[in-house]
């Protein structure tokens, strides 16, 4: 509840940001935004939104069906299946009703398809409520399982659109500063390089070490504009990962230290719950028990209520069917074009005694495919344990290598300053101070390459124990 309060407040203060056209973005900031946008984001989020309606539509099962059915139909040519005499009847009935019926005489009468007359018509309500249905029991718990299972399907992608835009973030922060140390060697060594010319030119230098300061001064420049084409690389992928408009403008902020790199502590007692992969595999146990259930379920009877209301007519003529006769002398006389009411009331039960062991061997198939699942608990728990293994020893690991290339670009910058002075006071060579320079900028790229490995290394661990998402 914590995680999903701090997100809405990520979201609104993002939308916030958007709305107002204001800058630049935090981390935080740049997460919201991509769990807002990002189109798997997004996707999940439709997700849960239909297996929430799937809930609804299920439910909906249970509840009264209604219908309604209006059918009128003629038949030019009848066949003559119904023939009955009566003798000694007495009919109340008009001569031109006689006359349509085609009744002989009053003593001996042939009643030929009186009950089916060429036209006819019915207009009906049918209501079915279901009473009991073992199946729909099981299926109402399957479908408010399978929303969860969808909830923690979208955890699943939003953890993985937090790693890829904190690697797009983090690499992007890099690139800035890698590009702000080239400003400054190139004003160092600019520096330099013009001090040198003018030794030169009054006699204190050779030619040749100020043609080398050149050489190593153009080739910075050249690094200078490959380091900017990787910082708009950076800021282009960042923009992807979060679905952000590529034509406008996005302003980042933040330092690399505010990563806060620190070992990440494991605890002894691993709750692998707390992974979203381990939780999605949870819920589709849960599922499959529900299959084998519903199987089950399957062998019990189905109760129904129904109820039916409705009106019929026939008449000798389609015509006859939209008007209504009202001209019967006697009321217990037979009157075409009349419609007539009834009603029906009902329960109904269906009950399949056996289907030839097919369910049988359908729950056969089911329970081998939960014992499918349990085998992937343990192969999932072994991996779990391996990946946060090995995130652990690659997060100590990069944290040493970070603290030796820091130290190394320290000793580099001052050895660099150092040469530079001897060289500016006539005590050391030229060639000195350009291996120098090499040898910082190595040092400086190793420094943040190292930098980047620990930032990442430390993400990984997070995802590995199952608190990346939780800490957005």
Request: glycine fraction near 6%; charge should be negative; proline fraction near 2%.
């Amino acid at each position: 509840m914590k995680g999903k309060l701090t997100l809405l407040l990520l979201l609104l203060s993002t939308w916030s940001v958007a709305q107002e056209g204001t800058g630049p973005y935090t981390l935080e900031e740049c997460i919201a935004y991509a769990l807002a946008n990002n189109v798997d984001a997004k996707n999940a989020l439709l997700d849960e939104q239909i297996a929430e309606a799937r809930v609804k539509e299920t439910v909906g099962i249970g509840l009264p069906q209604v219908t309604g059915t209006v059918g009128l139909q003629q038949s030019p040519t009848q066949p003559r299946f119904f023939t009955q005499y009566l003798e000694g009847q007495s009919f109340f009935i008009s001569d031109e009703q006689a006359d349509q019926l085609g009744l002989e005489n009053e003593d001996v009468v042939a009643l030929e398809n009186i009950f089916q007359l060429k036209g006819a018509g019915d207009a009906r309500l049918s209501i079915n409520q279901l009473i009991f249905n073992g199946s729909y029991i099981v299926g109402l718990q399957a479908s408010k399982a399978y929303k969860d299972l969808s909830v923690k399907q979208g955890v699943q992608t939003d953890e993985q659109v937090i790693m890829n835009v904190s690697k797009a973030y983090y690499n992007l922060l890099i690139a800035r500063e890698q590009l702000e140390l080239v400003d400054a060697n190139l004003l160092r060594l600019d520096t330099l390089y013009r001090n040198t010319r003018a030794m030169y030119e009054n006699g204190f230098a050779e030619k040749i070490d100020a043609d080398r300061l050149k050489v190593t001064l153009n080739n910075l420049k050249v690094s200078k504009q490959n380091m900017e084409s990787m910082n708009d690389i950076s800021l282009r992928l960042l923009k992807f990962q979060m679905n952000f408009p590529p034509d406008q403008e996005l302003e980042v902020e933040g330092t690399l230290e505010d990563a806060a790199l620190q070992a990440v502590a494991v605890p002894e007692e691993w709750d692998y719950s707390r992974r979203p992969d381990y939780q999605v595999l949870q819920s589709n146990y849960e599922l499959q028990k529900l299959n084998i259930k519903n199987k089950y379920a399957e062998s019990l009877p189905t109760i129904s209520g129904f109820a039916n209301l409705g009106y019929s007519t026939q008449s000798p003529n389609f015509g006859g069917l939209f008007s209504t006769n009202t001209d019967i002398e006697d009321q217990g006389g037979l009157g075409p074009d009349q419609w007539y009411s009834y009603s029906t009331v009902g329960l109904s039960l269906q009950w399949n005694l056996f289907t030839g062991l097919q369910r049988t061997y359908q729950i056969q198939q089911e329970k081998l495919s939960l014992s499918k699942i349990e085998n992937g608990f343990e192969a999932l728990e072994r991996s779990i344990m391996l990946d946060v293994k090995r995130s652990k020893d690659n997060l100590d690991n990069a944290l040493s290598q970070l603290e030796v290339q820091r130290e190394n670009a320290e000793l580099a910058e001052e050895i660099f300053e150092i040469t530079q002075i001897k060289f500016q006071e006539g005590v050391g060579s030229n060639l000195e101070v350009i291996e120098a320079d090499t040898s910082l900028k190595e040092a400086q790229t190793n420094y943040y390459r190292a930098l980047y490995d620990a930032i990442i290394a430390q993400l990984e661990l997070k995802k590995a124990l199952g608190i990346l998402h939780n800490e957005q």
